[in-house]
């Protein structure tokens, strides 16, 4: 099937000095579950200070690939480094400092059904900083303002549409001021208003406090509004990156039937 295309080969995105890298290197990652390899030899580079979305289609391994970068999930092979330090080395204190530098919206927000917003909100804060509950409350209520929650301090999350409940797992994921947010597909399921006003809190967040981003959607227009690059994950690989102009521009043919979102082409239909 893919003959009758001319694929271009995997970019390759090492680098010589990953313990001098300013950001994130991604070298070699592979990943199964059971019998299923999900990820086989990904490699890809997060530049300090950029916004880097991920496209590709359901199930290639967008989320298990983010996942890996906090280490709440462990590679078969390959390693990563943040800011130079190689992850899997670290010491379980030495993890929690590093994650404390990461928010994380996940791609079903992952509140606490038990705990009210505010709670689900300020749980890292609570965790890390000795401030007063008077305090705690204040902050999570200033990130619920950010997102548009103002007053849904209170609620329980059944009390939430899908929508508020991912801005809520919003919120929580920029409550400590992360250097680094993961954002799993935070404008799936927002009415195009809302998600538009995500869209403009991402790029407020990168050019107001220098934020990195990683931002895994199948939004397109979302993706051209806040990406500096893109990167595409096809059968474990980061098959393409480059700039919003390079996609834009791009003959390669998985990127262009993705970002077209025609059903014929290398990737298939289903
Ligand atoms: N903890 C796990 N245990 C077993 N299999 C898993 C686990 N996490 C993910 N998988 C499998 O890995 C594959 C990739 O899943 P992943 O959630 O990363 O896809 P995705 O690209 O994020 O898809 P979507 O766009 O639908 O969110 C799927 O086949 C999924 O079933
Ligand atoms: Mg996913």
Redesign the pocket.
């Known amino acids: 099937m893919e003959a009758q295309y001319n694929i271009p080969p995997v970019p390759d995105q090492k680098v010589a000095d990953p313990t001098n890298f300013d950001g994130i290197v991604v070298e070699g990652i592979s990943k199964s ?2 019998s ?1 390899q ?1 990820l086989e030899d990904a490699n890809l580079l997060i530049h300090k200070g950029e916004t880097l979305v991920i496209i ?10 983010l996942k890996h970068i906090v280490r709440l999930l462990e590679p078969d092979c390959g390693r990563i480094w943040v800011e130079g330090q190689e992850i899997s080395q670290m010491e379980k204190r030495e993890l929690m400092e590093l994650r404390k530098k990461f928010g994380f919206l996940f ?1 079903g927000a992952a509140l606490f059904d038990s705990m009210n917003i505010c709670k689900n909100v300020g749980l890292m804060l609570a965790e890390h900083m000795n401030w007063s509950e008077e305090r705690l409350r204040e902050r999570a209520c200033e990130c619920l303002s950010m997102v548009g929650l103002d007053g849904a301090a209170d609620k329980l999350p059944s009390e939430l549409s899908g929508g508020m409940k991912k801005r809520a797992g919003l919120a929580r994921a920029i409550v400590m001021e992360p250097e680094y947010i993961l954002y799993d ?1 935070p404008t799936t399921g927002l009415d195009p208003i809302t998600g538009d006003a995500i869209n403009d809190l991402i790029i407020k967040l990168q050019k107001e406090l220098g934020v990195t981003s990683i931002v ?1 959607t ?1 939004d397109m227009p979302s993706a051209f509004k806040i990406a500096d690059r893109m990167a595409m ?1 096809s059968r474990g690989k980061i098959v393409f990156s480059g700039t919003v102009d390079e996609v834009r521009q791009t003959d390669h043919p998985m990127v262009r039937q993705f970002i077209e979102g025609n059903s014929q082409g290398p990737l298939g239909a289903f």
């Open positions: 579950f059971g299923k999900v590709g289609r359901s199930g290639e391994g967008k989320s298990v690939l791609q597909e895994v199948h994950l």
